[in-house]
């Protein structure tokens, strides 16, 4: 038996294969079938002519349910309209599963029935194609630090100290001592950063956030690289390089899934080196501005034209619909238009809703605050390409960021900024290299410096300028997919107020 993944089969015209997969949807037609069979590494149109099976297999195939498992055995044929440029003449098949009632069909669902069956969910093409897309930006994360002399360094998920502020820990009971889940892997790298000179860490971390938004999770993965001798324009350069890399790696394999998912590849593409750097004092100018002000005007209009427009459409399709008539496929197709027509009006909704407060909270943006989710959306809307916003007031951050020797009430950090309006992809600083500095910080935080000794010693043998950053690889999925909630970019999420399976 030659057996062929789907991705294969344009490699083999004219030859008979064996797919291993399960039955996606069938669309008999009289004497023939077009069966569309996935097996994980694509979909691929089976053509059942009843001629050329057996009678009883072809009544079988015809009432088989969706997603029955099932090898087929035939010959490849080039046919430009299936997917991926061939389709196969079957000539035998072999049901290992019959499924009856798949409870997730091509009508629309919401989000949570479709979270509780996320593990049959998988399995549709939406979080395929995430799924696949996901994959590459991880081995492209890889890559990068592998091909560029770091050396990867596993830190640990049970943590004695906080990194990121003591309100986001998970606190766990270790044999009765109270350890808390990583929050990030930085503390750790830093003094193996003084023993390799590039070092990464790359896991799952925990963030016991009370955030309900589309961009947070409990449990997430986050990559961090960390430098020894490494000023922040080298810490800026590096990024951008970092995420230059895994953007061209998606769109070199994954083009096909993210047409499939209706991403913006043009916008992708449009990704160049310099990515804009910005200061936290400018974009604190940029919010309070009146060019600001028009922006936002603008954008309102925008969305109020958009609504209208699609609002035309669904009347003009409800309308034929009503007078009946229609040819089955156009009446699937309407259905599917409907439904997409459906949800862009409730997002365009909240848009309109939401805009006039965001507007009114960066007129008033005060400089000292951090920047909050929406000032980073308007400041990724008003770019086309990524933007580093650097030197955050050092009141807002993390202890450990070193302060601006020439002006000391900022830091010398950054946060990346994702295009189009997605928002925070990667945060990162120079790390506080003296002691005595760093001693107060901890104090000033409140913390006890006996928890922080050993990562105080790194400062007193052989302290050199050093920093890093860590970029959440559900919030690079989202934005480069075009999902609008982070939570489909991870197989299993985990959020603030619920946990599925
Ligand atoms: O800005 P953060 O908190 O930075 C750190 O943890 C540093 N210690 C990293 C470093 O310098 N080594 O988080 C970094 C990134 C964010 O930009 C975001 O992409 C992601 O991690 N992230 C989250 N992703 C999903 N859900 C959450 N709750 C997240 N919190 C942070």
């Known amino acids: 038996m030659n057996t062929k993944p789907i991705t294969e089969l344009a490699s083999n015209i004219g030859q008979e294969v064996t797919l291993n997969g399960w039955l996606y949807n069938n669309r008999p037609s009289g004497k023939v079938q077009f069966l569309m069979l996935r097996d994980g590494s694509g979909l691929c149109q089976c053509v059942i002519e009843q001629t050329k099976v057996d009678d009883m297999l072809f009544e079988q195939l015809k009432h088989l349910g969706q997603e029955s498992s099932l090898s087929v055995t035939g010959l490849v044929r080039e046919e430009p309209r299936s997917p991926g440029g061939v389709e196969l003449v079957v000539s035998d098949a072999h049901i290992h599963c019959e499924a009856t009632d798949y409870p997730i069909t091509p009508k629309e669902h919401g989000i949570d029935f479709l979270l509780k069956n996320r593990h049959l969910h998988l399995r549709s093409l939406r979080p395929w194609c995430i799924g696949r897309i996901r994959h590459t930006v991880i081995d492209a994360i890889r890559r990068f630090f592998n091909d560029n002399g770091f050396t990867l360094v596993d830190t640990p998920i049970f943590t004695t100290i906080a990194g990121e502020g003591e309100q986001t820990l998970f606190e766990v009971d270790y044999f009765g001592q109270p350890l808390h889940l990583a929050q990030t892997g930085q503390l750790y790298l830093e003094s193996a950063a003084m023993s390799f000179g590039k070092v990464y860490c790359f896991g799952p971390t925990f963030r016991a956030e009370k955030s309900k938004t589309r961009r947070h999770l409990t449990e997430f993965w986050m990559v961090e690289p960390e430098v020894a001798y490494i000023d922040l324009p080298g810490l800026l350069n590096l990024a951008e390089d970092f995420v230059f890399s895994i953007v061209q790696r998606v769109l070199k394999d994954n083009r096909s899934e993210l047409e499939t998912l209706g991403a913006d590849i043009a916008s992708l593409e449009q990704i160049q080196k310099p990515f804009v750097r ?4 400018e974009v604190a ?4 501005s009146e060019r600001t002000k028009t922006f936002m005007a603008e954008q309102l209009a ?15 399709i409800e309308a034929a619909e009503a007078k009946g008539g229609l040819k089955k496929w156009k009446q699937e197709k309407n259905a599917r238009r409907m439904l997409e027509i459906r949800s862009e009006l409730v997002e365009l909704e909240v848009k309109i809703e939401n ?8 007129a008033d943006f005060q400089w000292g605050k951090d920047l909050g989710g929406s000032d980073e959306t308007i400041i990724s809307l008003m770019h086309d390409r990524p933007v580093f916003v650097t030197h955050y007031p050092k009141a807002a951050k993390a202890f450990y960021m070193k302060s601006d020797r020439t002006n000391d009430t900022v830091v010398e950090n950054f946060d990346l900024l994702a295009p189009a309006g997605f928002g925070e992809i990667i945060g990162g600083s120079v790390r506080e290299d003296d002691y005595e500095h760093l001693l107060a910080r901890i104090r000033k935080e409140g913390y006890n410096p006996d928890s922080y000794q050993w990562y105080l010693d790194l400062r007193k043998y052989g302290s050199v300028p050093h920093g890093g ?6 919030r690079t999925v989202a934005w480069i997919t075009g999902e609008k ?11 603030m107020d619920k946990v599925y399976l």
Do not use: W
């Not at 100018?285 to 309070?288: E, N, R, S, V, Y």
């Not at 925008?302 to 003009?316: N, S």
């Open 355 to 362: 805009n006039p407060k965001h507007a009114r909270l960066a």
């Open 469 to 474: 950053f860590g970029l959440g690889v559900e």
């Open 285 to 288: 100018d940029i919010l309070t």
């Open 485 to 495: 909630h982070i939570r489909q970019c991870i197989a299993y999420p985990r959020m």
């Open 278 to 281: 910005l200061t936290y004092t």
């Open 302 to 316: 925008q969305f109020q034209a958009e609504k209208q427009v699609l609002e035309t459409e669904l009347a003009e």
